[in-house]
């Protein structure tokens, strides 16, 4: 499980990664594409305009 992965190298929780991963799911941030083993997440168009816009806006 990817989550259990991230879990592994940060100090946040397997649990909150799941959630995260849900909550940007829902939002249509995020979208999975092919299955639990090989499949990944991909940015959707939106996640991907959200990730410029917070790219253009962050102050050096």
Do not use: C, F, H, Y
């Not at 909550?23 to 979208?31: E, N, Q, S, V």
């Not at 959707?44 to 959200?50: A, C, M, S, W, Y």
């Amino acid at each position: 499980m990817m989550s259990e992965k991230i879990s592994e190298k940060t100090s946040i929780t397997d649990r909150t990664i799941e959630n995260d991963l849900a909550k940007l799911k829902k939002l249509g941030i995020l979208t999975r594409k092919g299955g639990r083993k090989a499949g990944k997440w991909l940015l959707t168009e939106l996640g991907q305009r959200v990730l410029e816009e917070r790219s253009a806006n962050k102050t050096v």
